[in-house]
Protein backbone atom coordinates (compact mmCIF):
# COMPACT_ATOMS: atom_id res chain seq x y z
CA UNK A 1 0.00 0.00 0.00
CA UNK A 2 2.98 2.22 1.00
CA UNK A 3 4.69 1.63 -2.70
CA UNK A 4 1.14 2.27 -4.29
CA UNK A 5 0.62 5.22 -2.46
CA UNK A 6 4.13 6.66 -3.40
CA UNK A 7 3.49 5.80 -7.08
CA UNK A 8 0.24 7.63 -7.79
CA UNK A 9 1.97 10.17 -10.14
CA UNK A 10 2.60 6.97 -12.61
CA UNK A 11 -0.97 5.43 -12.42
CA UNK A 12 -2.48 9.26 -12.96
CA UNK A 13 -0.03 9.63 -15.70
CA UNK A 14 -1.14 6.06 -17.10
CA UNK A 15 -4.98 7.25 -17.06
CA UNK A 16 -4.59 10.59 -18.52
CA UNK A 17 -2.57 8.35 -21.42
CA UNK A 18 -5.63 6.19 -21.63
CA UNK A 19 -8.60 8.43 -21.79
CA UNK A 20 -5.99 10.92 -24.40
CA UNK A 21 -5.82 7.47 -27.04
CA UNK A 22 -9.73 7.30 -26.72
CA UNK A 23 -10.30 11.09 -27.26
CA UNK A 24 -7.99 10.71 -30.82
CA UNK A 25 -10.12 8.31 -32.08
CA UNK A 26 -12.99 10.47 -30.93
CA UNK A 27 -11.73 13.27 -33.07
CA UNK A 28 -11.52 11.30 -36.39
CA UNK A 29 -15.23 10.18 -36.17
CA UNK A 30 -17.90 12.16 -37.98
CA UNK A 31 -21.51 9.99 -36.98
CA UNK A 32 -22.94 11.13 -34.34
CA UNK A 33 -24.02 7.77 -33.06
CA UNK A 34 -20.06 6.73 -33.15
CA UNK A 35 -19.80 9.82 -31.33
CA UNK A 36 -22.07 9.72 -28.91
CA UNK A 37 -20.37 5.23 -27.71
CA UNK A 38 -16.77 7.16 -27.67
CA UNK A 39 -17.90 10.12 -25.39
CA UNK A 40 -19.36 7.25 -23.50
CA UNK A 41 -16.12 5.02 -23.09
CA UNK A 42 -14.50 9.05 -22.39
CA UNK A 43 -16.89 9.54 -19.71
CA UNK A 44 -16.40 6.15 -17.82
CA UNK A 45 -13.28 6.96 -17.40
CA UNK A 46 -13.66 10.75 -16.18
CA UNK A 47 -16.92 10.30 -13.91
CA UNK A 48 -14.52 8.42 -11.24
CA UNK A 49 -11.50 10.19 -12.22
CA UNK A 50 -12.03 14.11 -12.85
CA UNK A 51 -15.82 15.39 -12.45
CA UNK A 52 -15.68 18.37 -14.18
CA UNK A 53 -14.16 16.53 -17.06
CA UNK A 54 -17.21 13.57 -17.10
CA UNK A 55 -19.67 16.40 -16.86
CA UNK A 56 -18.42 18.39 -20.47
CA UNK A 57 -18.92 14.91 -22.08
CA UNK A 58 -21.92 14.04 -20.51
CA UNK A 59 -23.43 17.89 -21.90
CA UNK A 60 -21.80 16.77 -25.82
CA UNK A 61 -24.01 13.71 -25.47
CA UNK A 62 -27.21 15.52 -24.06
CA UNK A 63 -26.55 17.87 -27.13
CA UNK A 64 -26.12 14.22 -29.52
CA UNK A 65 -29.20 12.96 -28.39
CA UNK A 66 -31.17 16.14 -28.75
CA UNK A 67 -30.00 16.29 -32.78
CA UNK A 68 -30.67 12.58 -33.01
CA UNK A 69 -33.63 13.24 -30.88
CA UNK A 70 -33.07 9.68 -29.23
CA UNK A 71 -35.09 9.67 -26.07
CA UNK A 72 -33.06 6.95 -25.00
CA UNK A 73 -29.60 8.35 -25.50
CA UNK A 74 -30.64 11.96 -23.57
CA UNK A 75 -32.29 9.74 -21.08
CA UNK A 76 -29.33 7.76 -20.27
CA UNK A 77 -26.88 10.88 -20.11
CA UNK A 78 -29.50 12.60 -17.64
CA UNK A 79 -28.68 9.68 -15.83
CA UNK A 80 -25.04 10.18 -15.55
CA UNK A 81 -25.60 13.83 -15.25
CA UNK A 82 -27.83 13.35 -12.07
CA UNK A 83 -24.90 10.35 -10.77
CA UNK A 84 -21.50 12.45 -11.20
CA UNK A 85 -23.40 15.53 -9.82
CA UNK A 86 -24.20 13.76 -6.79
CA UNK A 87 -20.58 12.26 -6.80
CA UNK A 88 -19.37 16.08 -6.97
CA UNK A 89 -21.47 17.24 -4.20
CA UNK A 90 -24.48 19.10 -6.11
CA UNK A 91 -27.20 16.82 -4.87
CA UNK A 92 -29.78 19.71 -5.69
CA UNK A 93 -29.03 19.56 -9.35
CA UNK A 94 -28.88 15.57 -9.23
CA UNK A 95 -32.59 15.99 -7.55
CA UNK A 96 -33.71 18.42 -10.04
CA UNK A 97 -32.00 16.00 -13.16
CA UNK A 98 -34.30 12.86 -11.36
CA UNK A 99 -37.56 15.25 -11.40
CA UNK A 100 -37.23 15.89 -15.39
CA UNK A 101 -36.98 11.81 -16.35
CA UNK A 102 -40.22 10.42 -16.85
CA UNK A 103 -39.82 6.74 -15.30
CA UNK A 104 -42.79 4.99 -16.87
CA UNK A 105 -41.15 5.44 -20.44
CA UNK A 106 -37.97 3.82 -19.91
CA UNK A 107 -36.83 0.95 -20.88
CA UNK A 108 -36.03 -1.76 -18.11
CA UNK A 109 -32.10 -0.96 -18.78
CA UNK A 110 -32.65 2.62 -18.08
CA UNK A 111 -34.69 1.96 -15.25
CA UNK A 112 -32.08 -0.54 -13.87
CA UNK A 113 -29.60 2.85 -14.17
CA UNK A 114 -32.26 5.39 -12.85
CA UNK A 115 -32.33 3.03 -9.56
CA UNK A 116 -29.25 2.27 -8.95
CA UNK A 117 -28.44 6.18 -9.43
CA UNK A 118 -30.93 6.41 -6.99
CA UNK A 119 -28.98 4.52 -4.54
CA UNK A 120 -25.59 6.18 -5.00
CA UNK A 121 -27.06 9.47 -4.79
CA UNK A 122 -28.95 8.41 -1.04
CA UNK A 123 -25.80 7.10 0.24
CA UNK A 124 -23.69 10.23 -1.02
CA UNK A 125 -26.49 12.39 0.79
CA UNK A 126 -25.79 9.88 4.03
CA UNK A 127 -22.18 10.93 3.97
CA UNK A 128 -22.63 14.82 3.02
CA UNK A 129 -25.19 14.96 6.18
CA UNK A 130 -23.46 12.75 8.49
CA UNK A 131 -26.93 13.24 10.86
CA UNK A 132 -28.27 10.40 12.51
CA UNK A 133 -32.03 12.13 11.77
CA UNK A 134 -31.17 12.61 8.12
CA UNK A 135 -29.54 9.33 7.96
CA UNK A 136 -32.65 7.43 8.75
CA UNK A 137 -34.83 9.32 6.24
CA UNK A 138 -31.97 8.78 2.94
CA UNK A 139 -31.69 4.67 4.47
CA UNK A 140 -35.42 4.35 4.12
CA UNK A 141 -35.72 6.08 0.84
CA UNK A 142 -32.72 3.46 -0.18
CA UNK A 143 -34.84 0.37 1.01
CA UNK A 144 -37.60 1.40 -1.27
CA UNK A 145 -34.94 2.33 -4.64
CA UNK A 146 -33.30 -1.14 -3.57
CA UNK A 147 -36.22 -3.02 -3.70
CA UNK A 148 -37.46 -0.78 -6.91
CA UNK A 149 -34.15 -2.01 -8.61
CA UNK A 150 -34.16 -5.87 -7.35
CA UNK A 151 -37.49 -6.20 -8.72
CA UNK A 152 -36.29 -5.73 -12.35
CA UNK A 153 -32.92 -7.85 -12.24
CA UNK A 154 -32.55 -11.77 -12.58
CA UNK A 155 -32.46 -12.91 -9.58
CA UNK A 156 -29.30 -15.11 -10.94
CA UNK A 157 -27.68 -12.28 -11.95
CA UNK A 158 -24.19 -10.83 -10.14
CA UNK A 159 -26.00 -7.52 -10.23
CA UNK A 160 -28.56 -8.73 -8.26
CA UNK A 161 -26.46 -10.92 -5.57
CA UNK A 162 -24.80 -7.60 -4.79
CA UNK A 163 -27.80 -5.63 -4.33
CA UNK A 164 -28.95 -8.36 -1.73
CA UNK A 165 -25.92 -8.44 0.16
CA UNK A 166 -26.06 -4.99 0.39
CA UNK A 167 -30.02 -5.31 1.57
CA UNK A 168 -28.82 -8.03 4.04
CA UNK A 169 -26.29 -5.96 5.78
CA UNK A 170 -28.69 -2.71 5.52
CA UNK A 171 -31.21 -5.30 7.75
CA UNK A 172 -28.72 -6.49 10.67
CA UNK A 173 -28.04 -10.08 8.73
CA UNK A 174 -24.34 -9.38 8.44
CA UNK A 175 -23.46 -13.23 8.15
CA UNK A 176 -25.47 -13.71 5.60
CA UNK A 177 -23.93 -11.08 3.73
CA UNK A 178 -20.47 -11.69 4.19
CA UNK A 179 -21.18 -15.05 2.76
CA UNK A 180 -22.49 -13.75 -0.74
CA UNK A 181 -20.61 -10.99 -0.68
CA UNK A 182 -17.03 -13.42 -0.68
CA UNK A 183 -18.63 -15.62 -3.19
CA UNK A 184 -18.71 -12.86 -5.49
CA UNK A 185 -15.15 -11.63 -4.89
CA UNK A 186 -14.00 -15.01 -5.77
CA UNK A 187 -15.36 -14.12 -9.23
CA UNK A 188 -14.48 -10.92 -9.50
CA UNK A 189 -11.56 -9.95 -12.02
CA UNK A 190 -8.43 -8.48 -10.14
CA UNK A 191 -7.10 -5.10 -11.20
CA UNK A 192 -10.48 -3.55 -11.61
CA UNK A 193 -12.69 -1.16 -10.02
CA UNK A 194 -15.54 -4.14 -9.49
CA UNK A 195 -12.75 -6.06 -7.90
CA UNK A 196 -12.14 -2.83 -5.99
CA UNK A 197 -15.77 -2.05 -5.20
CA UNK A 198 -16.12 -5.98 -3.69
CA UNK A 199 -13.49 -5.72 -2.14
CA UNK A 200 -14.60 -2.46 0.00
CA UNK A 201 -17.89 -4.20 0.61
CA UNK A 202 -15.93 -7.41 2.18
CA UNK A 203 -14.48 -4.68 4.70
CA UNK A 204 -17.45 -2.48 5.54
CA UNK A 205 -19.32 -6.19 6.54
CA UNK A 206 -16.38 -8.00 8.50
CA UNK A 207 -16.47 -4.24 10.51
CA UNK A 208 -20.16 -4.72 11.74
CA UNK A 209 -19.01 -7.72 12.24
CA UNK A 210 -15.91 -7.13 13.94
CA UNK A 211 -13.33 -8.98 12.62
CA UNK A 212 -10.19 -6.27 12.16
CA UNK A 213 -8.01 -8.10 10.31
CA UNK A 214 -10.37 -9.44 7.29
CA UNK A 215 -11.49 -5.68 7.70
CA UNK A 216 -8.10 -4.10 7.29
CA UNK A 217 -7.40 -6.92 4.32
CA UNK A 218 -10.07 -6.12 2.31
CA UNK A 219 -9.52 -1.90 2.92
CA UNK A 220 -5.87 -2.66 1.55
CA UNK A 221 -7.34 -4.59 -1.35
CA UNK A 222 -9.66 -1.87 -2.58
CA UNK A 223 -7.45 0.79 -1.56
CA UNK A 224 -4.55 -0.72 -3.69
CA UNK A 225 -6.73 -1.39 -6.47
CA UNK A 226 -8.32 2.05 -6.76
CA UNK A 227 -5.39 3.58 -6.52
CA UNK A 228 -3.57 1.74 -9.14
CA UNK A 229 -6.74 2.65 -12.05
CA UNK A 230 -6.37 6.18 -10.45
CA UNK A 231 -9.79 6.63 -9.40
CA UNK A 232 -9.72 9.55 -7.53
CA UNK A 233 -13.73 9.23 -6.36
CA UNK A 234 -11.71 6.58 -3.82
CA UNK A 235 -13.40 6.21 -0.70
CA UNK A 236 -11.50 3.41 0.06
CA UNK A 237 -8.13 4.99 0.80
CA UNK A 238 -10.09 7.87 3.48
CA UNK A 239 -11.82 4.46 5.06
CA UNK A 240 -8.39 2.81 5.17
CA UNK A 241 -7.03 5.95 6.82
CA UNK A 242 -9.57 6.12 9.45
CA UNK A 243 -9.48 2.45 10.25
CA UNK A 244 -5.53 3.12 10.60
CA UNK A 245 -6.04 5.99 13.13
CA UNK A 246 -8.30 4.07 15.01
CA UNK A 247 -6.14 1.05 15.56
CA UNK A 248 -3.40 3.80 16.25
CA UNK A 249 -1.07 4.22 13.21
CA UNK A 250 -1.15 7.58 13.00
CA UNK A 251 1.84 7.91 10.44
CA UNK A 252 0.05 5.87 7.90
CA UNK A 253 -3.16 7.08 8.69
CA UNK A 254 -1.73 11.01 8.02
CA UNK A 255 -0.03 9.99 4.99
CA UNK A 256 -2.95 7.94 3.44
CA UNK A 257 -5.60 10.61 4.54
CA UNK A 258 -3.25 13.31 2.57
CA UNK A 259 -2.98 11.24 -0.46
CA UNK A 260 -7.32 10.89 -0.19
CA UNK A 261 -7.47 14.66 -0.06
CA UNK A 262 -4.94 15.19 -3.07
CA UNK A 263 -7.79 12.86 -5.09
CA UNK A 264 -10.26 14.74 -3.78
CA UNK A 265 -9.06 18.46 -5.14
CA UNK A 266 -8.17 16.67 -8.50
CA UNK A 267 -11.59 15.02 -9.14
CA UNK A 268 -12.88 18.16 -7.64
CA UNK A 269 -15.42 16.81 -5.37
CA UNK A 270 -16.85 19.29 -2.79
CA UNK A 271 -18.73 15.90 -1.36
CA UNK A 272 -15.82 14.33 -0.97
CA UNK A 273 -13.92 17.25 0.59
CA UNK A 274 -16.57 17.65 2.74
CA UNK A 275 -16.36 13.86 4.18
CA UNK A 276 -12.25 14.62 4.47
CA UNK A 277 -12.54 17.87 6.36
CA UNK A 278 -14.66 16.14 9.19
CA UNK A 279 -11.82 13.69 9.68
CA UNK A 280 -8.35 15.09 8.27
CA UNK A 281 -7.80 18.06 10.97
CA UNK A 282 -8.65 15.58 13.86
CA UNK A 283 -5.88 12.90 12.62
CA UNK A 284 -3.55 15.82 11.28
CA UNK A 285 -3.98 16.97 14.79
CA UNK A 286 -2.81 13.83 16.07
CA UNK A 287 0.09 13.42 13.72
CA UNK A 288 1.37 17.18 14.63
CA UNK A 289 1.04 15.94 17.95
CA UNK A 290 2.89 13.18 17.76
CA UNK A 291 5.87 14.96 15.70
CA UNK A 292 5.77 17.42 18.20
CA UNK A 293 6.21 15.19 20.67
CA UNK A 294 8.92 12.86 18.72
CA UNK A 295 10.68 15.85 18.29
CA UNK A 296 10.83 16.72 22.50
CA UNK A 297 11.85 13.51 22.69
CA UNK A 298 14.58 14.14 20.52
CA UNK A 299 16.05 16.91 22.64
CA UNK A 300 15.91 14.94 25.36
CA UNK A 301 17.62 12.24 23.83
CA UNK A 302 20.41 14.86 22.66
CA UNK A 303 20.49 16.10 26.09
CA UNK A 304 21.15 12.62 27.84
CA UNK A 305 23.87 11.74 24.75
CA UNK A 306 25.71 15.05 25.44
CA UNK A 307 25.56 14.09 29.15
CA UNK A 308 26.77 10.64 28.37
CA UNK A 309 29.49 12.18 25.99
CA UNK A 310 30.71 14.25 28.60
CA UNK A 311 30.78 10.90 31.30
CA UNK A 312 32.45 9.34 28.74
CA UNK A 313 35.75 12.12 27.70
CA UNK A 314 35.98 12.05 31.84
CA UNK A 315 36.10 8.21 31.75
CA UNK A 316 38.59 8.05 29.32
CA UNK A 317 40.59 11.08 30.42
CA UNK A 318 40.54 9.36 34.14
CA UNK A 319 41.42 5.90 32.37
CA UNK A 320 43.99 7.53 30.42
CA UNK A 321 45.22 8.90 34.07
CA UNK A 322 45.57 5.76 35.30
CA UNK A 323 46.89 4.21 32.52
CA UNK A 324 49.87 6.65 32.27
CA UNK A 325 50.62 5.97 36.56
CA UNK A 326 50.80 2.42 36.09
CA UNK A 327 53.00 2.56 32.84
CA UNK A 328 55.33 4.43 35.29
CA UNK A 329 55.34 2.04 37.73
CA UNK A 330 56.04 -0.47 35.17
CA UNK A 331 58.92 1.78 34.39
CA UNK A 332 59.97 2.32 37.70
CA UNK A 333 59.19 -1.73 38.62
CA UNK A 334 61.58 -2.36 35.49
CA UNK A 335 64.37 -0.50 36.59
CA UNK A 336 64.05 -1.76 40.19
CA UNK A 337 64.20 -5.23 38.49
CA UNK A 338 67.63 -3.61 36.68
CA UNK A 339 69.12 -2.74 39.84
CA UNK A 340 67.97 -5.81 41.50
CA UNK A 341 69.83 -8.03 38.69
CA UNK A 342 72.68 -5.93 39.42
CA UNK A 343 72.71 -5.85 42.76
CA UNK A 344 72.38 -9.57 42.83
CA UNK A 345 75.23 -9.71 40.50
CA UNK A 346 77.67 -7.73 42.78
CA UNK A 347 76.50 -10.00 45.05
CA UNK A 348 77.17 -12.81 43.58
CA UNK A 349 81.07 -11.56 43.06
CA UNK A 350 81.40 -10.81 46.64
CA UNK A 351 79.99 -14.22 47.65
CA UNK A 352 83.00 -15.23 45.24
CA UNK A 353 85.70 -13.20 46.44
CA UNK A 354 84.91 -13.90 49.67
CA UNK A 355 84.83 -17.69 48.99
CA UNK A 356 88.39 -17.12 47.19
CA UNK A 357 89.89 -15.22 49.72
CA UNK A 358 88.59 -17.43 52.71
CA UNK A 359 89.95 -20.56 50.68
CA UNK A 360 93.12 -19.26 50.40
CA UNK A 361 93.27 -18.00 54.16
CA UNK A 362 92.38 -21.40 55.30
CA UNK A 363 95.02 -22.61 52.80
CA UNK A 364 97.72 -20.93 53.56
CA UNK A 365 96.89 -21.17 57.06
CA UNK A 366 97.13 -25.18 57.01
CA UNK A 367 100.31 -24.38 55.54
CA UNK A 368 102.24 -22.11 58.11
CA UNK A 369 100.96 -24.65 60.86
CA UNK A 370 103.07 -27.91 58.71
CA UNK A 371 105.76 -25.49 58.50
CA UNK A 372 105.68 -24.20 62.12
CA UNK A 373 104.78 -27.73 62.96
CA UNK A 374 108.09 -28.86 60.97
CA UNK A 375 110.20 -25.87 62.92
CA UNK A 376 109.34 -27.05 65.89
CA UNK A 377 110.18 -30.74 65.52
CA UNK A 378 113.18 -29.12 63.82
CA UNK A 379 114.33 -27.46 66.83
CA UNK A 380 113.33 -30.04 69.36
CA UNK A 381 115.79 -32.41 67.50
CA UNK A 382 118.59 -30.08 67.62
CA UNK A 383 118.08 -29.40 71.22
CA UNK A 384 117.73 -33.29 71.86
CA UNK A 385 121.13 -33.95 70.08
CA UNK A 386 122.94 -30.73 71.37
CA UNK A 387 123.32 -28.97 68.25
CA UNK A 388 123.02 -25.10 69.81
CA UNK A 389 125.19 -23.83 67.25
CA UNK A 390 123.04 -25.27 64.19
CA UNK A 391 120.03 -23.83 65.89
CA UNK A 392 121.73 -20.74 66.42
CA UNK A 393 122.22 -20.35 62.91
CA UNK A 394 118.52 -21.61 61.82
CA UNK A 395 116.94 -18.70 63.95
CA UNK A 396 119.14 -16.25 63.01
CA UNK A 397 118.94 -16.87 58.82
CA UNK A 398 116.05 -14.92 57.09
CA UNK A 399 116.35 -17.28 54.27
CA UNK A 400 113.35 -19.40 54.97
CA UNK A 401 111.60 -16.35 56.00
CA UNK A 402 111.86 -14.41 52.77
CA UNK A 403 110.76 -17.46 50.84
CA UNK A 404 107.65 -17.90 52.57
CA UNK A 405 106.90 -14.13 52.36
CA UNK A 406 107.24 -14.43 48.24
CA UNK A 407 105.55 -17.78 48.05
CA UNK A 408 102.71 -15.52 50.35
CA UNK A 409 102.43 -12.57 48.03
CA UNK A 410 102.63 -14.63 44.94
CA UNK A 411 99.84 -17.11 46.17
CA UNK A 412 98.55 -12.98 46.73
CA UNK A 413 98.63 -11.97 43.77
CA UNK A 414 97.22 -15.05 41.58
CA UNK A 415 94.46 -15.27 43.65
CA UNK A 416 93.30 -11.43 43.38
CA UNK A 417 93.67 -11.48 39.72
CA UNK A 418 91.57 -14.64 39.43
CA UNK A 419 88.56 -12.60 41.14
CA UNK A 420 89.71 -9.49 39.73
CA UNK A 421 91.01 -10.34 36.35
CA UNK A 422 91.02 -6.57 34.71
CA UNK A 423 92.14 -5.20 37.78
CA UNK A 424 95.52 -4.13 35.81
CA UNK A 425 94.06 -3.41 32.90
CA UNK A 426 91.86 -0.98 34.49
CA UNK A 427 94.60 0.34 37.00
CA UNK A 428 96.76 1.60 33.74
CA UNK A 429 93.93 3.66 32.43
CA UNK A 430 94.23 5.44 35.56
CA UNK A 431 98.26 5.98 34.78
CA UNK A 432 100.23 7.33 32.32
CA UNK A 433 101.84 5.15 29.51
CA UNK A 434 105.17 5.22 30.71
CA UNK A 435 104.47 4.57 34.12
CA UNK A 436 101.66 1.13 33.52
CA UNK A 437 102.02 -2.15 34.31
CA UNK A 438 103.00 -5.67 32.73
CA UNK A 439 101.93 -8.92 33.93
CA UNK A 440 104.43 -11.71 33.07
CA UNK A 441 102.89 -14.70 30.89
CA UNK A 442 103.70 -17.37 34.10
CA UNK A 443 102.11 -14.92 36.61
Given at each position: ?????????????????????????????????????????????????????????????????????????????????????????????????????????????????????????????????????????????????????????????????????????????????????????????????????????????????????????????????????????????????????????????????????????????RFRNAVIARTQPIIEATYLAKIEQQRENLHLYALLISVFAVVLILSLYFLYR??????????????????????????????????????????????????????????????????????????????????????????FDRTFLEVYPTFVDELNLLLREEERFSLKKDN
Amino acid sequence: MDKTIADRAVYTANKEKRIDSIKKILKNQEALEDQYRLNGDVISEYQSFKCDSALVYIERNLQIAKDLKNTDYLDESKLKLAFVSSMSGLFTQAAEIFQTIHYDSLPVHLKVLYWWSHIRYNENLVKYTDSPKFERVYASENKKSRDALMSLLDPKGEMYLKEMAFKLKGDGDYAASAKIQKDLFKTAEPNTHGYAMSAMGLAMVNKELENRELEEKYLILAAITDTRLAIKENESLLTLAIHLYTNGDVNRAYNYVRASLDDANFYNSRFRNAVIARTQPIIEATYLAKIEQQRENLHLYALLISVFAVVLILSLYFLYRQIKVVSTAKKNLSLINVQLISVNHRLDEANLIREKYIGYYINQCAVYLDKLDEYRRNVNRKIKAGQYEALQKLTVSTTALEKDALELYQDFDRTFLEVYPTFVDELNLLLREEERFSLKKDN
